[in-house]
């Protein structure tokens, strides 16, 4: 069909949603458009890469009073009081889900992936003479069949991760695996160690990393006191501190306790007879109650009581108020309580009147940020909740103290001391050590008898060490703990079960179209419904968007040397007539862009912007490009008629450095714009009007990437705002860097990925990685582990709006786990002779990711049975996010309360022997999720019940 007829079919007159074109605190360029109406969808996605580190509290400086009143420095202390300043924030704390960061049970690799298992352990001696221990594994991540490396580098400074592929063609050495740690030289090359005692050393050294049980200070004091002696000298507790306590725990008998004793004695009752205990996630946790421990009345220091509260990292200080009013708080300074370990103090105010916690934390200026943060106002209703908040909040700070200054010094001076021991232990034993290649691990066909009962051996030591750790309670990878099934907002929902087609691109058209480009020709994927062609094969699309605000679609055609840039109205694709077109390579040539060709990527200014700008690369050239009408005239003339391809303005051309390998425009104030190109091992700013040119960051590639001929991969460059200031998140191999964009403020924060990723998504306030076989989530304040899953054949489609990927993991996690009709096994080789395997495709709403759930889920990855409800905060229409109740809990939780009161079997849900997210319950066969959790004839929403916390 020719495209003349094409152009003269009658196309839909479509109503376009009006996209915003700036927001509270992020600079924008700003037009007419921005007067126009904005959707809940577009704000957030605007607000997705804008966060603040305020909500994390403010660091001052104490002083103190002494006995001739002059003021005296008490400390720096980071103060979270809850209050934000102004009330526009880009993100209210309220909506963070309250997560364990790095999780003992994702990050202790040893005992989850090492111990038990044939492995291998390797000691050498670097440049500087210090030695080092590599443990390497080869493991099917999730029995998804995915085998990969996965490698520990034990030093004296900590321990470093990194997941490789396996390619049993190429196997990885040493040296090579090494290389991905940047160690480059060796005073004498690594050897392995054979002998199965090994295993037990290695283990000491992970748990050097942190204790999986903690023990907390709890402290009653009373209003009016300002000296840790008159805290500890309370020995009449009021019943609302004992009711604090048990909410805390479970009063446990001290004589003859087998479990964690948190430094107590259990045999003859020295530190009193009793105290609180309890388990959180797999975490034991001994709490000191002053009012617990002994108390002495000739001794005003209460030392044996200071002797164990003053030496925990965590203090929890708790006072009693009667006050009506909601802003009463006691006057607490950290400096009342004299202690040089105590790093983290949590004051609790409990008030009578109302049956309300407050919460404030201090924390010294050493220790790194950690979540989560305090609702605003820090005001909990619900005992239940409260609970939970604080033992997360008490557990993310101890983690995060522990790698102060002090503390980090200590530990560096262990593992030093540890490292060498095993050093000098097993390198004297020389007729056990010789190289060999890491494509040992694998069991080999033909290996002697001597070798296999080595590995026998080697194996039961592991195996017998894991039964010992778990039996004692020091296992990180257990989930004591783990109640309903929660649904956490990461979690995929279905899009698309059998797309036959490996993708090659995607964007999002609305909320429930695709757009995706395969060696088949590019299709319409609709939820629900059949997907339709809209281009043949003889269109080779490599790069695709969907620009909704102005109805256009752009995509580059790739053919060798003959890159062109194409334009169409998306109402072309649209109707019972054009719904039956595919289009071909003679229909495409009016909507080409003459001068793109020869291009190989190509650049869009980001959603809410209130004009187009594109950047086209053809090798070094970039040529810019503006789109010659706003988001306001797209908007209300969408029917105007003009040649699509005249909608583009060229505006200049400018040189880059080198032919770049990504491209990504920034927007800056008054249209003083920036374009960050990467290449080769650099990135640079350039500027739009003019051209200049400043060389970013450099990735200083070492030794053995460039001996090798490996080049540094450039991952991504995000556009992202901290605090209303302009900061790109630099990504390349298994890092991420901070960078801010003037050099007076630029500061170094670097994070590291387990595995490297090929994509990068922010979504305050997480930012997640994509790999061939996983999605690592960590939160983008810090860099803190929260989350990571495996998925086979995983690529990121878009996450221009809402997240979509494609897998060949369907709706049953781990192919053993699947029915038979959804079973598949990967082909022996890629020359048989087998059908090709459907690409699952999936959603991640970003609504849920900003802290809204939304209000059905149709997701079979975690389908809901129609009498329960997994929903954490339906959001209603009118904004409230609570209409059946007054006040509104400060955390995201629900629970679905079965009419017999009673819990099935599905309600569980156990993740301690899994690491992937697609872990499924199948509904019944006429079963839907509700369309509203607010009307439900089966099941009721609790919010208050102690079982409904999230764990």
């Given at each position: 069909m020719s495209s003349a007829i094409i152009a003269s079919m009658n196309r839909p007159k479509v109503r376009h949603e009006i996209k915003s074109s700036s927001f509270d605190g992020i600079p924008r360029q700003h037009s007419s458009s921005s007067l126009l109406m904005r959707t809940p969808t577009t704000d957030l996605t605007v607000r997705r890469d804008a966060f603040s580190r305020r909500q994390y509290g403010s660091v001052e400086t104490l002083t103190l009073m002494d006995d001739d009143c002059k003021s005296h420095s008490a400390g720096r202390f980071r103060i979270e009081s809850g209050d934000l300043e102004g009330s526009d924030e880009v993100s209210s704390p309220v909506a963070s889900p309250v997560h364990l960061e790095n999780p003992e049970f994702q990050t202790r690799w040893y005992f989850k992936y090492f111990l038990g298992k044939l492995h291998q352990n390797y000691v050498g001696i670097d440049t500087e003479k210090d030695p080092f221990i590599l443990s390497v594994v080869v493991t099917d991540a999730n029995n998804h069949n995915v085998p990969q490396y996965r490698a520990v580098l034990w030093r004296k400074n900590g321990a470093k991760r990194v997941c490789l592929p396996y390619n049993p063609q190429k196997p990885q050495t040493v040296k090579g695996i090494l290389s991905h740690f940047e160690l480059e030289k060796f005073e004498k090359g690594p050897k392995e160690i054979f002998d199965p005692?090994?295993?037990?050393?290695?283990?000491?050294?992970?748990?050097?990393?942190?204790?999986?049980?903690?023990?907390?200070?709890?402290?009653?004091?009373?209003?009016?006191?300002v000296s840790d002696e008159e805290f500890y000298s309370n020995d009449d507790p009021s019943q609302s501190f004992n009711s604090f306590s048990d909410l805390l725990g479970d009063r446990i008998k001290l004589k003859g306790w087998e479990k964690f004793k948190g430094g107590l004695d259990v045999k003859s009752n020295a530190t009193g007879t009793e105290s609180i205990y309890t388990v959180y996630e797999g975490h034991e946790i001994m709490f000191h109650v002053s009012t617990l421990l002994p108390h002495s009345l000739e001794n005003k220091q209460q030392v044996e009581r200071k002797r164990h509260i003053g030496n925990d990292i965590v203090n929890i200080l708790f006072y009693e108020s009667s006050s009506p009013d909601p802003q009463a708080f006691p006057q607490f300074k950290p400096c009342m309580m004299r202690s040089r370990f105590t790093h983290i103090f949590a004051v609790v105010c409990y008030n009578t009147c109302d049956r309300s916690y407050k919460l404030n934390v201090f924390s010294e200026e050493s220790?790194?940020?950690?979540?989560?943060?305090?609702?605003?106002?820090?005001?909990?209703?619900d005992a239940d909740e409260f609970r939970e908040f604080l033992l997360v909040k008490l557990i993310n700070g101890e983690k995060a103290a522990v790698n102060n200054p002090l503390f980090a010094q200590k530990r560096e001076r262990t593992l030093e001391m540890l490292i060498k021991n095993i050093h000098q232990g097993y390198m004297m034993e020389t007729n056990k050590l010789y190289r060999r290649a890491f494509s040992d691990v694998i069991q080999d066909a033909h290996i002697s008898r001597k070798e296999e009962a080595r590995r026998s051996e080697y194996l039961r030591v592991g195996q017998t060490l894991k039964v010992k750790t778990i039996l004692k309670g020091d296992a990180p990878t257990s989930l004591v703990t783990t109640?309903?099934?929660?649904?956490?907002?990461?979690?995929?929902?279905?899009?698309?079960?059998?797309f036959p087609?490996?993708?090659?691109?995607?964007?999002?058209?609305?909320?429930?179209?695709?757009?995706?480009?395969?060696?088949?020709?590019?299709?319409?994927?609709?939820?629900?419904?059949?997907?339709?062609?809209?281009?043949?094969?003889?269109?080779?699309?490599?790069?695709?968007?969907?620009?909704?605000?102005?109805?256009?679609?752009?995509?580059?055609?790739?053919?060798?040397?003959?890159?062109?840039?194409?334009?169409?109205?998306?109402?072309?694709?649209?109707?019972e007539v054009l719904d039956k077109v595919t289009r071909g390579k003679a229909e495409c040539r009016e909507n080409r862009i003459e001068k793109t060709k020869g291009c190989h990527l190509y650049a869009l200014s980001r959603q809410g912007a209130s004009h187009l700008r594109m950047v086209v690369a053809i090798q070094k050239r970039?040529?810019?490009?503006?789109?010659?009408?706003?988001?306001?005239?797209s908007t209300w003339c969408p029917t105007v008629d003009f040649e699509i391809v005249d909608g583009f303005n060229f505006v200049r051309e400018l040189q880059a450095f080198d032919s770049p390998q990504l491209i990504t425009l920034i927007d800056g104030v008054r249209d003083d714009n920036q374009i960050c190109v990467g290449y080769k091992n650099q990135f640079d700013l350039i500027n739009e009007k003019n051209g200049d040119t400043l060389q970013l960051y450099q990735v200083e590639a070492n030794k053995i990437l460039r001996k090798r001929k490996i080049e540094v991969n450039l991952v991504a460059a995000l556009d992202i705002y901290e605090d209303e200031e302009s900061e790109l998140l630099l990504c390349y191999n298994h890092v991420s860097h901070f960078q801010k964009l003037s050099e007076e403020?630029?500061?170094?924060?670097?994070?590291?990925?387990?595995?490297?990723?090929?994509?990068?998504?922010?979504?305050?306030?997480?930012?997640?990685?994509?790999?061939?076989?996983?999605?690592?989530?960590?939160?983008?304040?810090?860099?803190?582990?929260?989350?990571?899953?495996?998925?086979?054949?995983l690529s990121l489609i878009t996450s221009k709006c809402d997240i979509y990927f494609c897998t060949l993991a369907g709706p049953g996690g781990s192919p053993k786990e699947k029915s038979t009709e959804q079973r598949y096994t990967p082909p022996s080789s890629p020359s048989a002779k087998t059908l090709r395997p459907p690409q699952y495709i999936y959603?991640?709403?970003?609504?849920?990711?900003?802290?809204?759930?939304?209000?059905?889920?149709?997701?079979?990855?975690?389908?809901?049975?129609?009498?329960?409800?997994?929903?954490?905060?339906?959001?209603?229409?009118?904004?409230?996010?609570?209409?059946?109740?007054?006040?509104?809990?400060?955390?995201?939780?629900?629970?679905?309360?079965?009419?017999?009161?009673?819990?099935?079997?599905?309600d569980r849900h156990d993740s301690?022997?899994?690491?992937?997210?697609?872990?499924?319950?199948?509904?019944?066969?006429?079963?839907?999720?509700?369309?509203?959790?607010?009307?439900?004839?089966?099941?009721?929403?609790?919010?208050?019940?102690?079982e409904t916390d999230l764990v």
């Open positions: 005692d090994i295993q037990k050393d290695i283990l000491v050294l992970e748990e050097q990393e942190g204790s999986i049980n903690f023990k907390f200070g709890v402290v009653y004091a009373k209003e009016n006191q220790v790194p940020l950690f979540g989560p943060p305090l609702p605003s106002p820090p005001v909990f209703h109640g309903l099934l929660k649904r956490e907002p990461w979690e995929p929902q279905s899009f698309c079960m059998d087609h490996p993708i090659i691109c995607g964007d999002s058209w609305g909320d429930n179209k695709l757009i995706l480009s395969t060696e088949n020709g590019t299709f319409i994927v609709e939820e629900g419904l059949n997907h339709r062609s809209i281009f043949d094969k003889s269109v080779p699309v490599k790069q695709l968007d969907v620009v909704e605000a102005h109805n256009l679609l752009i995509f580059r055609c790739d053919k060798g040397k003959e890159g062109k840039i194409y334009v169409y109205r998306l109402n072309d694709f649209e109707g970039l040529l810019l490009f503006t789109w010659k009408h706003s988001v306001a005239w403020t630029s500061h170094d924060f670097d994070f590291n990925w387990n595995s490297e990723p090929s994509d990068i998504v922010c979504a305050f306030p997480y930012v997640m990685a994509f790999t061939a076989d996983s999605i690592e989530i960590r939160l983008i304040i810090n860099g803190n582990l929260v989350h990571a899953m495996s998925q086979p054949g959603k991640i709403p970003l609504s849920c990711l900003a802290g809204q759930m939304t209000t059905t889920d149709k997701s079979p990855m975690n389908p809901t049975p129609p009498h329960q409800s997994t929903l954490l905060a339906p959001v209603a229409q009118n904004g409230d996010r609570s209409p059946s109740n007054k006040r509104r809990s400060p955390l995201l939780r629900t629970k679905c309360i079965h009419p017999s009161g009673e819990k099935t079997a599905s301690s022997g899994s690491d992937s997210g697609i872990s499924i319950l199948r509904p019944g066969n006429n079963s839907s999720p509700p369309d509203s959790p607010y009307q439900q004839t089966i099941c009721t929403l609790d919010f208050s019940h102690q």
